[in-house]
């Protein structure tokens, strides 16, 4: 089993910054990727960035030059910087995971629960 636990959402001004952070747990092999999708009420879920173990960081055009994504391979942890955000960017961010859980099994992709991200002034 694999649980993906997100922290770090809530409310803040146009031009403010949040963190998140996403924790993977459970039994996990191999991580191919991590990262964090959007979805906004009416909209599909989108890409924010995602981080591939080995490979370069890729972010949406929407949100280059303002978020970061970093990880930390050793607790299976990715955080994302939101700086200068705009109301454009609420919506429920959740974190994506690709594990493998033992030797010779395939990749799958697990999601968390989610976290509401809401900027307004």
């Known amino acids: 089993q694999v649980q993906l636990v997100e922290s770090g959402g809530g409310l803040v001004q146009p031009g403010g910054s949040l963190r998140l952070s996403c924790a993977a747990s459970?039994?996990?092999?191999?991580?191919?990727?991590m990262g964090w999708y959007r979805q906004a009420p009416g909209k599909q879920r989108e890409l924010v960035a995602v981080?591939?173990?080995?490979?370069?960081?890729n972010y949406a055009d929407s949100v280059k030059g303002r978020f970061t994504l970093s990880r930390d391979n050793a607790k299976n942890t990715v955080f994302l910087q939101m700086n200068s955000l705009k109301p454009e960017d609420t919506a429920v961010y959740y974190c994506?995971?690709?594990?493998?859980?033992?030797?010779?099994?395939?990749?799958?992709?697990?999601w968390g629960q989610g976290t509401q991200v809401t900027v307004s002034s």
């Open positions: 994506n995971a690709v594990i493998s859980r033992s030797w010779g099994n395939p990749f799958y992709a697990y």
């Open positions: 459970g039994s996990i092999f191999s991580i191919k990727a």
């Open positions: 981080i591939p173990s080995g490979g370069m960081t």
